[in-house]
């Protein structure tokens, strides 16, 4: 019998969760969800509408073997609805709790053994069959296996942020915290231009209508946007696929990319990289490390907007507040935030290197996930950090993984029963933050785990350097 326990209630934590629980076992199932919401996680737990999902209603889901389409369950909420849509992201947190309940209730009929556990996981240490986890409400766990579902760490400050700045009340960490905030700041400025930052610009224009709202990024770019309707597929996307596979690094493929939208002009570049979304984790494992970190330094920007996309109402609304003057964007680089409330924010632009400071009442950090595991003041990842049982990417994108999940040690060696799914295995895996991909990752992970059992947890590795 191989015990599982699933740590951290978002949505791939759920996926797993669900997927284990439709498998008939004789394994017991344990969910440590910490406090939030079961399954909403960070992204679904908003309840502003603004904050819409940025894939198609009908690309959303949360098992492989679905129970019921999410396009099926919005119906009930919203008047008319179709799969090409971009909905609230709140509809499809409803839908997750919803799939939990009945893949629960289908469980407990089949007298399949789990519990749910609403409290933080403090630690994961090697016993003799497997793991024992401390629980922030003193419970312990056994398990033979443990996979970290623990989504982004939460945001450290910018380095660039002074201490009186941050103990001023005027610096917002967690962009998700702005309705808490009763004062309207006459002037707004929020750190980052991806999809967060649009959020936070979304909610900010109808909380404080009167507030001026700047944004500013090393290049200035916000996402690109979808098209209202799914563009047609590219036609040569197998071929093309081939030749990025059979590229020698990054500068190959942007040429490989390049010349197939020179050759086939009405094709919509999109299609064409959404095309790419099956061969993306086989590219970036065939990158070097080297390659990984150029990657990183001169081409994520780009790839990030272009990739993550933002639903077409939320681009036209940033766009009327463009036009409308309300919204500024600037392509600078942060240099320093300082005071004590008004922060004075110095930059640099990225166009003339001219510095310039701006006074904003409010400044919001949304620069985007942290998987930075060796400077986490997450209590579990810094204990398994310090105890060997993980490390973290060379590039800080969460922890060294084996290409299935199970994380590597201080040893260098596969650390037995131990995997992680989601953000943290963004170095090895680079796109799988996203629910295609993660739903995909819980159906394989679950029915690994329950193919393997009885999972043998060799001995822990233990600090060695
Ligand atoms: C703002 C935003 C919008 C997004 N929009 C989309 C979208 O439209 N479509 C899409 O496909 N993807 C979207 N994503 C990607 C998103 O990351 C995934 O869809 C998914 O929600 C990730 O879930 P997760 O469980 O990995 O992480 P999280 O949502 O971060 O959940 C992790 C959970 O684990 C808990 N936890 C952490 N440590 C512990 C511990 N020690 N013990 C117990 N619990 C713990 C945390 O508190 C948290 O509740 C979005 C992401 C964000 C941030």
Not at 48 to 73: C, I, P, S, T, W
Not at 380 to 393: F, H, M, N, T
Request: aromatic share 6%; net charge neutral.
């Amino acid at each position: 019998m191989a015990d599982i326990a699933i740590i951290g209630g978002g949505a791939a934590g759920a996926a797993l969760f669900g997927a284990l629980l439709n498998l008939d076992d004789h394994a017991t199932v344990y969910w440590v969800t910490g406090a939030a919401t079961h399954g909403r996680g960070v992204a679904y737990a908003t309840h502003d509408d603004h904050h819409l999902l940025n894939v198609r209603a009908g690309g959303m889901g949360l098992y492989v073997d679905q129970d019921e389409e999410f396009v099926q369950h919005a119906v009930r909420d919203q008047a008319s609805v179709r799969p090409t849509d971009f909905l609230p992201r709140r509809l499809f947190g409803d839908f997750v709790e919803a799939q939990l309940r009945s893949r629960m209730a289908s469980a407990e009929k089949r007298e399949r053994r789990f519990s749910v556990h609403a409290s933080e996981a403090l630690r994961v240490d090697p016993h003799i069959h497997g793991y024992e986890i401390l629980l922030a409400n003193h419970e312990t766990l056994r398990a033979d296996a443990v996979i970290l579902a623990v989504g982004a760490l939460s945001p450290r400050p910018l380095r660039t942020v002074s201490a009186h700045a941050l103990a001023s009340g005027a610096y917002e960490l967690n962009p998700w915290n702005l309705t808490q905030r009763i004062r309207a700041p006459r002037r707004l400025i929020v750190i980052g231009t991806g999809l967060t930052a649009v959020d936070t610009l979304l909610s900010a224009s109808t909380q404080w209508p009167d507030a001026e709202l700047v944004a500013v990024s090393r290049h200035g770019q916000l996402p690109f946007v979808h098209p209202t309707l799914p563009a047609q597929s590219y036609p040569l996307q197998s071929q093309l696929n081939a030749a990025l596979l059979a590229s020698d690094g990054t500068a190959p493929m942007l040429r490989a990319i390049r010349h197939a939208l020179h050759e086939a002009p009405e094709v919509d570049w999109r299609s064409l990289i959404d095309g790419m979304r099956p061969i993306n984790a086989t590219l970036w494992q065939g990158l070097s490390l080297a390659r990984r970190r150029q990657f990183l330094r001169h081409a994520r920007w780009i790839w990030e907007a272009s990739r993550h996309r933002t639903a077409p109402r939320s681009a036209e609304t940033i766009q009327q507040l463009r036009d409308e003057g309300r919204l500024q964007v600037h392509a600078a680089r942060v240099l320093a935030v300082d005071g004590q409330g008004p922060l004075d924010v110095t930059v640099r632009a990225r166009a003339n290197q001219v510095m310039s400071t701006l006074q904003a009442d409010l400044v919001v950090q949304a620069t985007g996930l942290d998987t930075a595991v060796a400077f986490t003041e997450h209590a579990l990842l810094s204990q398994l950090i310090e105890d060997g049982l993980a490390v973290a990417d060379p590039l800080q994108l969460g922890v060294s993984a084996h290409p299935d999940g199970r994380l590597i040690n201080a040893r260098g060696d596969v650390q037995p029963g131990l995997y992680a799914i989601g953000s943290l295995l963004r170095g090895n895996l680079w796109e799988c933050t996203a629910m295609p991909e993660i739903r995909a990752a819980a159906h394989a992970l679950a029915a690994a785990l329950v193919a393997n059992h009885p999972i043998s947890a060799a001995p822990a590795a233990t600090m060695t350097a």
